[in-house]
């Protein structure tokens, strides 16, 4: 599975740069818990690549839609035009933005996390990566990783997620869509169908 989305990425429209040929951007996205942070390490190794979470875009449980907008205006709209991104981290523990990270031009950019796959951004994706799991599943995941005091947390965001996605239509455009153990669930031949 992961040599054929290097494939695709590797073969994929350069779109991402003011000439429109000057980098190929991933996203990876699906509902919080699914193995999005999994796959981005793994496609930023093969590639390589670096890595933008999402994560270090919200402003805390409640901020996707403005982490999406923080993407665009820090890292997506700056690369697109031509020039470095550089997005300013958000540390949860501390409930305040701290430092910045330069995201410099790169031949390749992959980012993860819930909502990045917004409308918004499609013109300049080579690859866009759906990854989903059942909502038990997930929400297993967060609470063996974040801890059951917050669990309250991930049922406000998976309910937050889910009317994202239903505006933005996400897994219905992505171009592959794989299971939270990194199967291929579309195309149902897999990625050697679509020349990948």
Partial sequence: MLAGLVRRVRDGSPRLGSSGREGRLVIVDGPAGSGKTTLAAQLAEALPAQVVHMDD???????????????????????????????????????????????????????????????????????????????????????????????DHWHAFMAAERAVYQAEGTARRADVRLDGWGAVTWPAAGLQARGA
């Fill in 57 to 151: 875009l919200y402003e805390g449980w409640s901020g996707m839609i403005g982490g999406v907008e923080r993407l665009g205006a820090q890292v997506l709209d700056p690369l697109a035009a031509g020039r470095d991104g550089r997005y300013q981290r958000y540390d949860w523990d501390a409930g305040a933005f701290a430092e910045w990270h330069d995201v410099p031009r790169a031949p390749y950019l992959v980012v993860e996390g819930c909502g990045a796959g917004a409308r918004r951004f499609a013109d300049l994706t080579t690859l866009l990566v759906w990854v989903e799991a059942e909502d038990a599943e997930r929400l297993a995941r967060g609470v063996e990783r974040d801890g059951d005091d917050l669990r």
